[in-house]
T-cell receptor, first 110, second 114 residues
Framework: SQQGEEDPQALSIQEGENATMNCSYKTSINNLQWYRQNSGRGLVHLILIRSNEREKHSGRLRVTLDTSKKSSSLLITASRAADTASYFCATDTTGNQFYFGTGTSLTVIP | AAGVIQSPRHLIKEKRETATLKCYPIPRHDTVYWYQQGPGQDPQFLISFYEKMQSDKGSIPDRFSAQQFSDYHSELNMSSLELGDSALYFC?????????????FGEGSRLTVL
């Protein structure tokens, strides 16, 4: 990865459970974003957290950011089968280049 | 709402051939980004353009070049294609600053090099 690692690489949970994915990055950032990608499709923006924020919510999504540890987590609550996808974090360092982590493949079993 | 349009969606080329991918950003978006995503890999940043000028450069091979035109569409030119260039190529755009920082992605162009 150009920027960092995500863990776990793969996650399989039952519908209704919560899913937590972690992302670590290497350099100072302006903001960190999470994207979702269905197989072979384009990436879709989920949520953005700025470097001066520690936690952010959007619907069933909760993102945390710890700049001292250079890490972020994405929590999806009450997961649904439709949440099955790959999830990537992306860091914005200069505003003109966004680097993606290695991604977590989430499978939600109905 | 209009999205990022990429063409062609699928492209098959032989080794050492040349390929050109096109990207039409969302209207009034002034920044375009190109990414390469191999099978099971994360998207790798290649290059970005802001207001028709190259802005940042990532892992773009010397065999590749790109530009952004006066109408803000962008083209990625790939020459001397190698088997390892087979990948999904994504274009993304973002709105003028100050913006939300969100990238809007196209559906990608799948390049297969035989």
């Amino acid at each position: 990865s150009q920027q960092g690692e995500e863990d776990p690489q793969a996650l399989s949970i039952q519908e209704g459970e919560n899913a937590t994915m972690n992302c670590s990055y290497k350099t100072s950032i302006n903001n960190l974003q999470w994207y979702r990608q269905n197989s072979g499709r384009g990436l879709v923006h989920l949520i953005l957290i700025r470097s001066n924020e520690r936690e952010k919510h959007s619907g069933r999504l909760r993102v945390t950011l710890d700049t001292s540890k250079k890490s972020s987590s994405l929590l999806i609550t009450a997961s649904r089968a439709a949440d099955t996808a790959s999830y990537f974090c992306a860091t914005d360092t200069t505003g003109n280049q966004f680097y993606f982590g290695t991604g977590t493949s989430l499978t939600v079993i109905p | 709402a209009a999205g990022v349009i990429q063409s062609p969606r699928h492209l098959i080329k032989e080794k050492r051939e040349t390929a050109t991918l096109k990207c039409y950003p969302i209207p009034r978006h002034d920044t375009v980004y190109w990414y390469q995503q191999g099978p099971g890999q994360d998207p790798q940043f290649l290059i970005s353009f802001y207001e028709k000028m190259q802005s940042d450069k990532g892992s773009i091979p010397d065999r590749f070049s790109a530009q952004q035109f006066s109408d803000y569409h962008s083209e990625l030119n790939m020459s001397s294609l190698e088997l390892g260039d087979s990948a999904l190529y994504f274009c993304a755009s973002s709105s003028p600053r100050p913006n939300t920082g969100e990238l809007f992605f196209g559906e990608g162009s799948r390049l297969t090099v035989l």
